[in-house]
């Protein structure tokens, strides 16, 4: 079904992306553990459903691991060929607690196994190890940025084929001198993309995912700057120029966004898991994630409620 390609070595990488124990897929076992085998077209079928799943934000407090739960459930219930998430799993590690970074990491780990499907997991600003100011941990520290996300998860960038559809899962983020995150794509993986979409014809369905948004209105609503974007988006747009990219995915703003660009591509901003940091809405977006369908060329989507608003708000009540 799947062949992850990493900047690497093209090795696939999926059971450590996942998460998931080989045993609970064992029909997964021969396209991911034959990696002598080249990516090819599986199947003629090209109808198939997944779900986009953002900004998760996973810790132990304010009933966050019941929060995703009721998301898995829900997954579970719709059942979709795969999962993607777009970043910030975990809340988070950018200040360097190790022990309390790893347990995040543990937790969101321990909590996807509840999947039924396949999860391919997106690096987030909160899933940077270390790179605060106060932390206590510097440059030096192998799980510093994107080194504990990478012992976790594999490769913070990758790519995979389903059902005639290229997937790509970038990494949006690097740091600043003064320690702060900001949207990037690095010339390392700019160049890897190049070379990914050699082995991609141009008639392809391209879907790309990404934790800081390569289109966002955000700005232009607020009035406000920082990190909402990635500066060197149209880097990647010129690559995918002679590519059918058909739609990006996106996270970090916990709000629901979509637009189509000349009829060419879509892009859509996915709410959140976790809303305002599981206090409530965010943006007034209630929290949900993004069913996808896929039909052929075309694709239809609709945001999913799991719950959580009402789950909370008895709680409160409950609370009162
Ligand atoms: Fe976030």
């Known amino acids: 079904m799947t062949n992850i390609k990493n900047k690497n070595s093209g090795r696939r990488a999926f059971i450590t992306r996942s998460g998931l124990a080989l045993a609970s897929f064992p029909f ?3 396209s991911c553990q034959n990696s002598s085998k080249e990516p090819k077209e599986e199947s003629s079928e090209t109808s198939f459903e997944f779900a986009f799943l953002t900004d998760i934000h996973i810790k132990p407090e304010m009933n966050a691991p019941k929060g995703f739960q009721m998301a898995i459930n829900k997954v ?4 979709p060929d795969f999962v993607l998430t777009g970043g910030d799993l975990v809340y988070d590690v950018m200040r360097g607690d190790h022990k309390k970074s790893e347990s ?3 937790l969101y780990k321990q909590l996807i196994q509840g999947f039924k499907m396949p999860v391919y997991n997106c690096i987030g600003n909160h899933d940077l190890f270390g790179i605060y100011e106060e932390s206590p941990e510097d440059e030096n520290h192998p799980d510093y940025k994107y080194g504990m996300w990478e012992r976790h998860f594999g490769d913070s960038y990758y790519s995979f084929d389903h059902k005639g559809w290229h997937f790509v899962t970038l990494n949006s983020l690097d740091v600043t001198h003064d320690k702060k995150y900001k949207g990037f794509f690095n010339q390392d993986q700019l160049e890897w993309l190049k070379e990914d979409l050699k082995k ?3 008639s392809t369905p391209i ?6 948004p390569m289109i966002c209105t955000y700005s232009q609503l607020n009035g406000e700057g920082g990190s909402r974007t990635v500066a060197n988006a149209f880097e990647v747009f010129i690559i995918l120029e002679a590519y ?3 739609l990006v ?3 970090h703003i916990h709000w629901k966004e979509y637009g189509d660009v000349n009829d060419r591509f879509q892009f859509l ?29 075309d694709f239809s989507w609709e945001y999913v409620d799991h719950g959580w608003e009402d789950e909370r708000l008895k709680a409160e009540n409950r609370a009162i």
């Open 104 to 106: 995040l990491f543990d």
């Open 28 to 30: 997964l076992s021969k």
């Open 200 to 202: 991609v014809n141009n």
């Open 244 to 246: 059918n990219l058909k």
């Open 207 to 212: 879907v790309i995912t990404t934790h800081i």
């Open 269 to 297: 901003t996915g709410g959140s898991i976790a809303g305002n940091g599981w206090k409530g809405r965010r943006h007034n977006t209630k929290e949900g994630f993004v069913k996808i369908k896929v039909e052929s060329e």
């Open 249 to 251: 995915l996106q996270g």
């Open 76 to 79: 579970n219930e719709l059942n």
